[in-house]
């Protein structure tokens, strides 16, 4: 499975911006996944964001409940990130996620989104 992660970019705070993940490779296997959103902030682990079930149930991290959007497009093997409201806090580069019931996963390779003050 490969993903291919874009939409980051530069925003001031108060704005918004759309992340998108296309993934490829064994598609069948993909529409069974579930697909997540983390984020990466200099100095800091890696945290979840949001995920999104192959039945499209959506769960998120307290600090973007409210603000952010997960959903996917199954015919598209894509998944989005809508994120509204964005503060300095969520500047990090974004990654995009496909985990099996197994726990095989994948990740993009990473997108930055830099919110300015």
């Known amino acids: 499975v490969q993903l291919q992660a874009s939409g980051g970019g530069v925003v001031r705070a108060g704005g918004s911006l759309r992340l998108s993940c296309v993934a490829s490779g064994s598609i069948f296997s993909i529409r069974s996944m579930g697909l997540g959103w983390y984020r990466q902030a200099p100095g800091k682990q890696r945290e979840l964001v949001a995920l999104?079930?192959?039945?499209?149930?959506?769960n998120y991290a307290d600090a973007v409940k409210g603000r952010f959007t997960i959903s996917r497009d199954n015919a598209e093997n894509t998944v989005f990130l809508q994120m509204n409201s964005l503060s300095p806090e969520d500047t990090a580069v974004y990654y995009c996620?496909?985990?099996?019931?197994?726990?095989?996963?994948?990740w993009g390779q990473g997108t930055q989104v830099t919110v300015s003050s």
């Open positions: 996620n496909a985990i099996t019931s197994a726990g095989n996963q994948w």
């Open positions: 999104i079930t192959s039945y499209g149930s959506a």
